[in-house]
C-alpha cells in the first residue's frame, strides 16, 4: 500500500535554510525551522519509521527538502533532476548518501522533474507538470517506473501552484485530499474519490498518510473537523517552514 513504510531519510536542518527559494521572499528563522523540524521527526517516528538521519549540507539552502532530489518505488531509489539551478546540485550529494539503503539505483539525466511533482498512489504515479518539472524529464521518469511494473500518468498542474504536490496528498489507495484548485482537475475527478478542502485551507492539503497516521499541518481548523472523523491525525505546527513554500512531503523520502 502506498502509505505503507518502515523506513525515512531525513535531512537536519541548515542555517542557510533562511536564504531557501520563496515565492513571498521570506526568510525562516534557523532555531524555530529546528524546533518545528524536530517536531517532525517526533511524529514519523511515532508513525512507526525508523529514521535515517542525514547531515545538513549549508551549500544549498533547500537541502531539507529531501523529497525533491529522488523518489523512492518498492526498494529502488531514483535520483531526479531538480530544475532550480540552487538546487540541482543536491543530487550528485544525496546520491552518495542514501544508495546503500536500496537494491537498485536509477537516474533521470534529461529533463528536469522533482520529487514534489511526483504522487505515488498504489502501483500508480501521477507526474505534474509544473515550472519545475517539464515534459521530457517527466517522461524520462515515467519510462523507469513503467520499467520498474508502476503506471503513470503525465498530468498538469494548475499554474501559481509551486509543485503538483504542495496542494494534494494520498490518504488511501483510492483516496486523494485536495485544494479546492486541485479538486479541477479533470484526472483526479474522474479517477479517485477526491476530499476537497475549503479555500482558505490549502496548507492543509499537502498532508502525509504514513501506516494508521495522518499527519497533519496544524492550524488549518476546517481540515482537522474533516479528517478527524476518518484518520488517525498528528498535527505538526510548520508555518516557519511555510515561509520558504514547504509542506510535510517535501521534508522526508519514504519506503
Ligand atoms: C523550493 O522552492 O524548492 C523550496 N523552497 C521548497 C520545496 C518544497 N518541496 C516540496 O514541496 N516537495
Not at 3 to 29: D, M
Not at 122 to 150: M, P, Q, V, W, Y
Amino acid at each position: 500500500m502506498t502509505y505503507n513504510f518502515n523506513n525515512a531519510i531525513i535531512r537536519k536542518p541548515n542555517q542557510s535554510i533562511q536564504n531557501g527559494l520563496s515565492s513571498q521572499n521570506l526568510h525562516p528563522q534557523y532555531e524555530i525551522v529546528l524546533e518545528e523540524h524536530s517536531n517532525y521527526v517526533k511524529a514519523i517516528k511515532e508513525a512507526g519509521l525508523k529514521i535515517n538521519l542525514l547531515e545538513p549540507l549549508e551549500e544549498y539552502p533547500d537541502s531539507i527538502f529531501v523529497e525533491d532530489p529522488a523518489v523512492t518505488y518498492k526498494s529502488n531509489i531514483i535520483i531526479l533532476n531538480p530544475f532550480d539551478p540552487s538546487r540541482n546540485g543536491e543530487k550528485d550529494i544525496i546520491k552518495n548518501e542514501i544508495k546503500d539503503f536500496f537494491d537498485s539505483i536509477f537516474f533521470v539525466e534529461d529533463g528536469f522533474v522533482e520529487g514534489g511533482d511526483i504522487l505515488n498512489i498504489s502501483n500508480h504515479f501521477i507526474i505534474g507538470l509544473s515550472d519545475r518539472t517539464n515534459k521530457l524529464g517527466a517522461e524520462k521518469l515515467s519510462n523507469i517506473l513503467k520499467r520498474l511494473g508502476a503506471t503513470v500518468e503525465i498530468c498538469e498542474t494548475p499554474k501559481d501552484i509551486l509543485h503538483f504536490k504542495s496542494e494534494c496528498s494520498v490518504l488511501d489507495n483510492d483516496t486523494i485530499l485536495v485544494s479546492s484548485k486541485m479538486a479541477k482537475l479533470d484526472y483526479l475527478k474522474s479517477n479517485f474519490n477526491l476530499i476537497e478542502l475549503p479555500i482558505g485551507e490549502e496548507g492543509a492539503s499537502n498532508s502525509l498518510r504514513i501506516n494508521d497516521k495522518l499527519l497533519l499541518p496544524d492550524g488549518f481548523v476546517k481540515a482537522e473537523e474533516i479528517l478527524s472523523k476518518n484518520y488517525n491525525l498528528i498535527k505538526i505546527n510548520v508555518s516557519e517552514i511555510a515561509k520558504v513554500d514547504a509542506g510535510l512531503s517535501c521534508m522526508s523520502l519514504r519506503w
